[in-house]
């Protein structure tokens, strides 16, 4: 399936020669394209993890069918792995959560985000910035694979550890690398 989802005028000049990772899972592998320009502080803090491997072995924790698939702080017994540091929110970068984007998740402080990502697996325009409240951070897009996110999206998740939308096996996601 064609993935068309970046019509921003912001998106489509700022796509040539960034860098690329890979989300190795069980289902296959995700190439996201990571947009260093327009989210240089995101992109590099995920490029570090990557780097020193903070994300092998964790999992998918949180997948909601026409939402996201969010993973990146937790273990497959859900044992949360906190990042070292957090980045300053850039979500006012012109670009939207739109199907097939990768966003960091952060709490209510918008500038939160640590080491948690997700992908949209629908338009979601709530997580935008509005005005002056500023929303969820995108910093790349699915190049391919994306039937492999739609693989996870629809894996059976139930209640764990207090913890809604867990898949009931784990998607773990075994490395993901530049």
Sequence with gaps: M???VFTTTALSAETKGNPRVVISTQFGDIEIELLEKMAPRTVANFLSL?????YDGLIFHRVI??????????????TYKPGANTVRNESSNGIKNRRGTIAMARLSDPDSADTQFFINVNDNPNLDAQGNQPGYTVFGKVVSGYEVVEKIEL???HLQGGMAAVPEEPVIITTITR
Excluded at 50 to 54: A, I, L
Excluded at 65 to 78: C, K
């Design 50 to 54: 990557v780097d020193e491997k903070f």
């Design 155 to 157: 894996v059976n998740t």
């Design 2 to 4: 064609a993935l068309s």
């Design 65 to 78: 069918a026409n939402f996201m698939i969010q993973g990146g702080g937790y273990t497959p017994d859900l």
